[in-house]
């Protein structure tokens, strides 16, 4: 074993995991905490979320390339996946798998009590990600999520797209 190696720790208690705000307006509040890379995993992420009654921590999307799956701790809920809704409580686990709008997701918490949940997900250097009920999509690139640097990052909409020759 290196001594880098040596400094990574496998594991971490899910009260330990440092937390960042995350939110927007009065849809969107959570409180979200990465943590797989802390633990030493390169190829599954993880993410803790707290998400407040009422709220949601992210808009309703789907995936082109990463695969999600969520693990609710406490809480109950909904979960929006494609064109359905169904409730979700602790103890259930949900599938988020790449693809179309067909299985764009969100998790909503409709309960009267803070929602926790576990977000575990490939990772991948280049992503792309369309956001049906805003009509958006982002793609990204080699682009660092913990520092907000390097590589490319867009978001924008279809109709604003520049032809393949524009400044050529």
Same mark, same amino acid.
């Given at each position: 074993?290196? *001594?880098? !190696?040596?400094?990574?720790? +496998?594991?971490? =208690?899910?009260?330990?995991? +440092?937390?960042?705000? =995350? ?27 707290? @998400?407040? +009654? ?13 695969? !999600?799956?969520?693990? @609710?701790?406490?809480?109950?809920? /909904? ?13 259930? @686990? ?18 009267? *009590? ?6 575990? $997900? ?9 956001? +049906? ?6 793609? $990204? $690139? ?12 867009? @978001?924008?909409?279809? /109709? ?9």
């Amino acid at each position: 074993m290196t *001594t880098q !190696e040596a400094k990574v720790r +496998p594991s971490i =208690n899910i009260a330990d995991v +440092p937390l960042r705000d =995350n939110g927007h307006g009065d849809v969107f509040e959570a409180k979200v905490g990465s943590f797989g890379g802390a633990i030493g995993s390169t190829g599954i992420g993880c993410m803790l979320h707290v @998400v407040p +009654p009422g709220k949601r921590a992210f808009p309703f999307h789907n995936h082109h390339f990463l695969h !999600e799956l969520f693990v @609710v701790l406490e809480g109950e809920g /909904e979960y929006r996946f494609g064109k359905d809704t169904y409730p979700i409580k602790a103890g259930d @686990v949900l599938a988020a798998p790449a693809g179309g709008q067909d299985v764009a997701h969100q998790i909503v918490n409709t309960g009267k *009590t803070e929602m926790k949940y576990l977000g575990i $997900s490939t990772k991948g250097d280049t992503e792309v990600v369309e956001y +049906p009920d805003s009509g958006k999509f982002a793609v $990204s $690139s080699r682009f660092d999520w913990t520092t907000g640097k390097g590589g490319i990052r867009y @978001v924008g909409r279809v /109709e604003n797209s520049l032809d393949y020759w524009d400044g050529e």
